[in-house]
């Protein structure tokens, strides 16, 4: 059978560690095979990028809650989560996380479904599901209905954690609002836990810690805040290199110099840019419901009657791109948060977040002529 080759030429690669000049990236099969210098001949077409593209490992996002129109907690389904992922494709997100909003058990059930199905159908970027809620604190609930928010009982150990080996659980939570032992036990059985939407104190994070938990979601939107003499959770996320962190780099979320001082703080190896993006992304539509409230775009922001935010009107793209205008990362950091970080977190480094031979010519491209305009 005939080896599918295929290659490009980029002015500029980033290959998860830096950003090199004037590279042809030559793929066998779907498989990196070989990194050359632009002058040489591969035996095979190559497709030239323009002068401004970087060529990148493929943009993983870890919380995603809908695009294209969809949102998954209206979509608990193979197409719903496929139509997500092929919206947010089109910004240079190749790996995501779709993401359920604070719902009942037997949405929680629907949608680790929906992420097994989608994968063992192959559908291109879903890596597993975000359960975000419900055992989240009531006092930082955001747009998640209280109605929602739920105690977890034992058997919900064995609900979160039933998408298993089949591909990678999120699960945001709380750290106040749940038993001791209860970080502990999803963490044996797989599952990534992030505290968010929580009031946690340092000392109950430093607990949570010590049962497994590993990192915080849209850091500074609906947790406890830095102080002087209470660090909460973003005080954690600041101050403990065990954690990672994601972030909203829209500008409406963060204000720049508080993303600069976590930036500097946490560094690209930690702090990951997500979206938090909703079914506007990758959609003509301007508004949408959510739990019975209309969102709608305005002025960039996503929000609800009352002006409150609800969720992000945010491509990777565009994430990278502020990152690096506003936030203090450079283009080569910009981009690791949102490929070789997310990667890690995930613990999937052995097979995403670079450019290397060997590994999968799943890339993206990120045009950087909007910087020069800026």
């Not at 209206?74 to 190749?94: K, P, Q, Y």
Request: hydrophobic share 50%; charged share 15%; glycine share 10%.
């Amino acid at each position: 059978m005939a080896v599918a080759r295929q290659a490009w030429r980029a002015r500029h690669l980033f290959d998860g560690a830096q950003i090199l000049s004037d590279r042809i990236v030559v793929a066998e099969d779907g498989i990196v095979s070989a990194i050359l210098p632009a002058d040489a001949a591969p035996d095979c077409a190559v497709e030239d990028l323009p002068d401004d593209a970087v060529l990148s490992p493929g943009f993983i996002d870890i919380q995603v809650n809908g695009g294209g129109g969809v949102m998954l907690n209206d979509s608990l389904t193979v197409e719903g989560v496929a139509a997500i992922c092929a919206a947010h494709a089109r910004f240079g997100t190749r790996f995501l996380l779709p993401t359920l909003i604070s719902a009942s058990r037997a949405d929680i059930a629907r949608a680790i479904a929906a992420a097994r199905e989608a994968i063992a159908q192959g559908v291109p970027g879903v890596l597993g599901v975000h359960l975000e809620g419900p055992f989240i604190n009531p006092e930082r609930n955001g747009a998640h209905p209280l109605a929602n928010l739920l105690r977890p009982e034992p058997s919900d150990i064995d609900l979160l954690a039933s998408l298993g080996p089949a591909g990678v659980t999120l699960v945001t939570l709380a750290p106040e609002r749940v038993p001791e032992g209860f970080i502990r036990a999803l963490v044996d059985r797989g599952v990534r836990v992030c505290a968010g939407h929580s009031n946690a104190t340092a000392a109950e994070m430093a607990r949570a810690r010590a049962e497994g938990l590993s990192g915080v979601t849209h850091l500074f939107n609906a947790m406890s805040q830095l102080g002087s003499r209470e660090p909460g959770v973003v005080g954690a996320a600041m101050s403990d290199l065990g954690l990672a962190a994601g972030i909203i780099a829209d500008g409406h979320h963060v204000a720049w110099p508080s993303f600069q001082a976590a930036f500097r703080a946490i560094g690209p190896q930690r702090m990951m840019l997500v979206t938090d993006a909703m079914a506007t992304i990758g959609s003509p539509r301007d508004a949408f419901e959510l739990f019975g409230e209309t969102i709608r775009v305005s002025e960039g922001r996503l929000v609800n009657a009352e002006g409150r935010l609800a969720g992000a009107h945010l491509d990777m793209n565009a994430a990278i791109l502020n990152a690096h205008r506003h936030g203090g990362a450079t283009l080569a950091e910009a981009l690791a948060m949102a490929s070789t970080a997310p990667a890690a977190y995930l613990g999937l480094s052995g097979s995403h977040g670079r450019i290397a031979p060997g590994r999968k010519a799943i890339f993206s491209v990120l045009r950087t002529a909007a910087l020069s305009s800026a």
